[in-house]
């Protein structure tokens, strides 16, 4: 049985010979991130430079704009570290405007 160019491969045989590649479609277009549309990765206490921007759509990005909101002290964020049942839980002040 004789071997065909599709079963020896892409641009194997001689039909193909000069002829130019398949033409690609452009890449998507970026546009600049909106600032709302976005979170600075930064250092712990913003200790020097941001170091990248991330898509607050993304889960990182929701991670650090949570972490970013988060208001309690630094002793009470790392004590919660601890207690990983309180991971996601709404501050009572939060839930008393909720329940209004």
Do not use: C, Y
């Amino acid at each position: 049985a004789a071997l065909t160019s599709a079963s020896k491969g892409r641009n194997a045989g001689p039909k193909d010979a000069g002829h130019p590649p398949a033409e690609r479609p452009p890449p998507p277009q970026m546009t600049a991130p909106e600032a709302e549309d976005v979170v600075e990765i930064r250092p712990p206490r913003g200790m020097g430079p941001a170091l990248g921007l991330v898509r607050r759509d993304s889960w990182l990005g929701g991670v650090l704009a949570a972490h970013l909101r988060d208001q309690r002290s630094v002793a009470e964020q790392t004590a919660d570290l601890f207690r990983p049942w309180r991971w996601g839980a709404a501050a009572p002040a939060a839930e008393a405007e909720a329940k209004h």
